[in-house]
């Protein structure tokens, strides 16, 4: 009962704290307050009468350390925990609360009993800290400090990372930039306009492209084909995917999808065809056909999962997510067939109301999470306008077809064009998807030119990105569709003039919303606070509603903030980038300094304030304000911003025990076994590096420069040997450790769920011609980047030494 209403507290006091501090202190302070309110209800939530308990929880900084400084690590909750107690043959269990604590009391691990400890049912990709150790742990009760810490090696990424992003050129495929990156380290220096991007690879051999995704093992770039009016797709048209080498200029074109998958209705295949686009910059382009299609074919977002075999994009017009099995590293796009290629068909709700429109998708903590927007164009209602977020399992390959978030997008956001008072702005609100282009709103934006100049605006949703911080929060990236219906200085799609009068010049208007993870499920942003944090808008009118008054998390994703008369409320145009292991968010926006420019703002994951901002191109072509431009301005002028994050570090390990009943299972009773000599090599016996147990019996060996440790590749341990002295004595199959000898014990003989965790994995290799024929071995595989695998356990029965002067029989105790 106490664990319950502990847990019970610790969800409230998430939940109410901000409000009731607020009317007390400042932000900060709350925050503060939240952080140590939080951690004591934590250590309260162990009751006296505990023999053994400790915590799971997410260690992204791989240090064995749970943090409660924000961002806080977690625990990780609905986890069970086998207690495997001396003396009693069947195992106790307890579940992680909320906080990711598990508790056992007197009555199931009595006082003075040694226990194994199992941690058990974890999530797919999920893995052991370096900084904890193995899923199993030997105690004895009582004690209080058992930490069981858990990493995904998508979590992992390094600081300097750099930032990748595509950039769109108007007309038809030229020499300009493409695809460029930049040093992370521009947004968190200085407010800077001076570092040029370094371009990877030119348009012409890209096109229009959004969806991408870095594959860490093979150092490349992979990404995807989109359609945008006013600029060409890449050679290999719609279906195009494409794929650059980190670090060096050139892509590659590698598979066409299209001859795998449909992606456009013949009719539209048909009208792409006869598109007609000038390659002379500053030409104009009508582009009708297009116009309609934007949103509706083609792909959307892309992203690994961590074993990176699979590129998993989003198939706009059959609704389907696809997995495209790639290899790892990944194939030449000539093996790339149809049998690689598999479709899911994503969940529909409210079609009366109108049709679902997928985007965004993402990967996290075994499962990728799949962005949905209803466009209410059946009902033309805008506040039937709906997104929903699906989570689509990977171990079973299904769809859970209840969303794990519904969002109302009938709230009052910013301004798209802020006018001198609210009659003269445009576009506060969502509206629903129309191809009508009477229903799209325009102001005047230069009268004096010709052909005149207008804006136009009309934010129609998409759910664009779906990223996740340290303490779970989800958080949302609406891109405007008509970012892409639109450029710069073009004529409308009705247009039928060579010489038209009038030229349109389109403004996005994003936005971004944030979801507290809270009692296991996502709460949505009200008036600007999300669960135990407040944003930089509570109060300004420009976000989802608490009941009382509007406010948005994230508020300054404005042009020149902090003004509040800023023309442009809402800039954000799609893509989001965050990592649980840093501790901001990267979000693609227009004008970050100065008008008709495109680049990345970086927001505070917590508070929402802005921290830098960068830009990546600024449209400076002609000083002729009516002249077409080679970039897109204030509409949507970048792609899916992408961080080519390092494999994370590699750590393979555990435990050598001596096995006093020989029964291959690594009883709570049975010794640790130190100082053996281990060595690690490859699968063809080349020796990488040596160690030695310590005084618990554990050893551990990491990658580093000198020790890389690629995946998808074999390995072996071999037990009792280094390169200065042998241990083993092959004669006569023992293993000699100061006066004592040891045999093996029996092998993958353990029991319970997690045999591999509590068993010898140790076996005499035979018939190598290795260097490591006739010695004990332990045989693995690293089959995902960044993979911690601690459960390589050796067992070793104390025997006769035949070698000694006197061998005498040897007694053992049986406990089981």
């Not at 590659?252 to 007609?276: E, I, M, Q």
């Not at 799949?370 to 390959?397: P, W």
């Not at 100061?738 to 769920?753: E, F, H, P, R, S």
């Amino acid at each position: 009962m106490w664990k319950f209403m502990n847990h019970g507290l610790v969800a409230l006091a998430r939940r109410t704290h901000v409000r009731l501090c607020l009317r007390l202190f400042s932000q900060h302070t709350c925050r503060a307050v939240s952080g140590v309110l939080l951690l004591v209800l934590s250590l309260g939530s162990t009751p006296v009468s505990a023999q053994v308990s400790g915590v799971v929880f997410w260690d992204f900084d791989r240090n064995g350390i749970q943090s409660t400084a924000e961002p806080a690590e977690l625990g990780a909750f609905g986890l069970p925990v086998l207690a495997y107690v001396e003396g009693i043959p069947q195992p106790v269990t307890a579940t992680t609360g909320l906080d990711g604590h598990f508790t056992f009391d007197a009555s199931q691990v009595p006082s003075g009993k040694r226990v194994r400890l199992e941690l058990a049912n974890r999530l797919p990709y999920t893995f052991d800290s370096p900084g904890t150790g193995s899923s199993v742990q030997f105690v004895q009760a009582p004690t209080t400090t058992v930490l069981f810490g858990l990493g995904d090696p998508s979590d992992y990424c390094q600081a300097d990372a750099p930032l990748a992003v595509p950039v769109y050129q108007s007309g038809a495929l030229r020499e300009a930039q493409g695809m460029v990156s930049f040093p992370a380290t521009v947004l968190t220096t200085a407010l800077a306009d001076n570092v040029t991007p370094t371009q990877v690879t030119s348009s012409n051999s890209l096109g229009t492209v959004w969806g991408t995704a870095y594959q860490r093992q093979s150092q490349k770039l992979f990404t995807l084909s989109v359609l945008k009016r006013h600029a060409a797709l890449g050679p290999l048209g719609l279906g195009g995917i494409y794929w650059a080498n980190s670090g060096n200029s050139g892509t590659v074109s590698y598979v066409d999808a299209g001859n795998f998958l449909t992606l456009a209705s013949n009719a539209d295949k048909t009208a792409l065809a006869s598109r007609t686009l000038s390659a002379t910059v500053g030409a104009t382009s009508v582009d009708a056909s297009v116009f309609p299609m934007i949103g509706k074919v083609g792909f959307g977002g892309a992203t690994f999962t961590p074993q990176e075999d699979r590129l998993w994009t989003v198939n706009l017009y059959e609704k389907t997510l696809v997995s495209i099995y790639l290899g790892a590293p990944a194939r030449p796009g000539s093996q790339i067939g149809a049998g690689d290629f598999t479709s899911y068909a994503i969940p529909q709700l409210d079609t009366d109301k109108g049709i679902n429109r997928p985007w965004a998708v993402n990967y996290y903590r075994g499962q990728l999470y799949v962005g949905v927007v209803n466009d209410a164009s059946i009902s033309r209602n805008r506040n039937d306008l709906k997104a929903y977020v699906y989570a689509f399992d990977l171990a079973t390959q299904q769809f859970n077809p209840t969303p794990v978030l519904t969002v109302s997008l009938a709230y009052q956001k910013g301004w798209t064009l802020r006018g001198a008072d609210d009659a003269s702005s445009l576009a506060n609100h969502w509206e629903w998807w129309s191809d009508n282009w009477a229903d799209y709103s325009t102001n005047v934006l230069n009268n004096s030119s010709t052909p005149q100049l207008l804006r136009v605006v009309r934010p129609q949703p998409i759910l664009s990105s779906i990223v996740f911080d340290a303490e779970g929060a989800m958080v949302l990236g609406f891109m405007d569709r008509t970012g892409h219906q639109t450029s710069r200085n073009q004529p409308s799609p009705t247009e039928s003039s060579p010489t038209p009068t009038v030229l349109y010049s389109g403004y996005a208007g994003g936005d971004l919303l944030r979801a507290a993870l809270l009692n296991d499920t996502y709460v949505l942003e009200a008036n600007g606070s999300a669960g135990s944090h407040s944003g930089s808008g509570v109060g300004n009118g420009q976000g989802p509603s608490d009941g009382t008054a509007n406010g948005e998390f994230y508020a300054w994703e404005q042009y020149n903030p902090p003004f509040a008369t800023t023309t442009n409320q809402e800039t954000f145009t799609g893509s989001l980038l965050a990592n649980p292991n840093l501790t901001n968010l990267v979000a693609s926006v227009y004008n970050p300094l100065t008008t008709w420019s495109g680049g990345a703002s970086m927001f505070d994951m917590y508070n929402g304030d802005l921290i830098r901002r960068y830009e990546v191109y600024r449209d400076g072509l002609s000083s002729d304000p009516a002249a077409p431009r080679a970039t897109f301005g204030s509409a949507n002028g970048l792609g899916m911003l992408c961080a080519l994050c390092d494999m994370a570090p590699v750590a393979i390990g555990n435990r050598l025990w001596v096995d006093t009943n020989g029964d291959g299972v690594q009883d709570p009773d049975e010794p640790a076994l130190a100082g053996v000599r281990l060595s690690l090599y490859t699968a063809d016996g080349n020796w990488l590096a040596s160690t030695r147990t310590n005084e618990e019996g554990r050893y551990s060996f990491r990658s580093s420069a000198s020790l890389p440790l690629p995946s998808n590749a074999t390995y072996l341990i071999a037990i009792g040997v280094d390169l200065a002295t042998q241990q083993f004595d092959t004669q006569h199959q023992l293993l000699r450790v100061g006066k004592k000898a040891y045999k093996l014990t029996g092998w993958n003989q353990g029991t319970g769920d997690n045999k591999t965790y509590n068993d010898s994995d140790a076996f005499i290799l035979t018939g190598s011609s290795t260097p490591l024929n006739g010695l004990p071995v332990i045989q693995f595989r690293l089959n995902v980047p960044g993979e911690v695998n601690n459960s390589l356990d050796a067992g070793l029965q104390e025997t006769c030494d035949p070698a000694a002067t006197a061998c005498m029989p040897i007694t053992f105790r049986r406990t089981r």
